[in-house]
């Protein structure tokens, strides 16, 4: 399996950016995670990256934020009747995609787990793969450890192998916490840079950098 970070708000050289996040992943199941905040954005990097926004299988939105959603009228666009789970909402917008809400954790593909919607309002996923389970977040706005923690209750593991996303700038015994639950920590998006700087330092064994561009290979 393998992440592509279609945008994040560090950006990488030759690429477009906003403040966003999107996450291409690709494996058994090849879907979007979240959709940045301009579909022109991750339809340009991912030319770039030579990695194609057709023929997924799903798409998931963490929550119901500009900078997570602003792209999925061109996912609509380009793959009409797509799946994208979300939590709920009180008047859903087609965007040409069939919103399913989550009103639960579980396994809704095969090897892919939701927390639910934390606080009813945001979730996590995480992702089987050969180096163990990936936990994706958005913004953490329930808080990174407690979205994680969810997603390793529902899909039965002790520990992820990596948890990747916007952390929402934690306080540092968060990021302690978060670093009992996981092998790699990857903060991106709004998890700010004295939190990557925090990880860095103290589990310099546990940091993955990551910008708009980035490919991690699972």
Same mark, same amino acid.
């Given at each position: 399996m393998r992440l592509v970070i279609l945008n994040d708000n560090t950006p990488g050289e030759g690429f477009i950016n906003d403040w966003g996040w999107s996450v291409l992943v690709g494996g058994k199941n090849r879907f979007l995670f979240d959709a940045d905040t301009r579909g022109e954005v991750i339809l340009h990097n991912a030319e770039l990256l030579g990695?194609?926004?057709?023929? #997924?299988?799903?798409?998931?939105?963490?929550? $119901?934020h500009y900078d997570h959603? +602003?792209?999925?009228? #061109?996912?609509g666009e380009l793959n009409p009747g797509l799946d994208l789970y979300s939590?709920?909402?009180?008047?859903?917008?087609?965007w040409g995609l069939n919103?399913?809400?989550?009103? +639960?954790?579980?396994?809704?593909?095969? +090897?892919? $787990?939701?927390?639910?919607?934390?606080e009813n309002f945001e979730q996590a996923v995480g992702v089987e793969t050969n180096s163990g389970l990936v936990v994706?977040?958005?913004?953490?706005?329930?808080?990174?450890? /407690?979205?994680? /923690?969810?997603?390793?209750e529902v899909s039965g593991h002790e520990k992820a192998h990596l948890v990747?996303?916007?952390?929402?700038?934690?306080?540092?015994?968060?990021?302690?916490?978060?670093?009992?639950?996981t092998e790699f920590i990857a903060p991106a998006h709004c998890s700010g840079e004295e939190a990557k700087a925090y990880v860095r330092r103290?589990?310099?064994?546990k940091f993955v950098a990551v910008r708009?561009?980035?490919v991690i290979e699972l």
């Open positions: 990695v194609p926004l057709t023929n #997924l299988d799903f798409t998931v939105l963490s929550h $119901w959603y +602003g792209g999925f009228p #061109l996912i939590p709920p909402i009180e008047s859903a917008p087609g919103v399913v809400p989550v009103e +639960g954790a579980g396994e809704f593909f095969p +090897g892919v $787990w939701t927390s639910g919607p934390v994706i977040v958005g913004c953490s706005h329930p808080g990174v450890d /407690r979205l994680t /923690r969810a997603v390793l990747i996303g916007g952390f929402h700038y934690p306080s540092r015994k968060t990021l302690d916490r978060l670093a009992g639950m103290k589990y310099p064994g708009t561009g980035s």
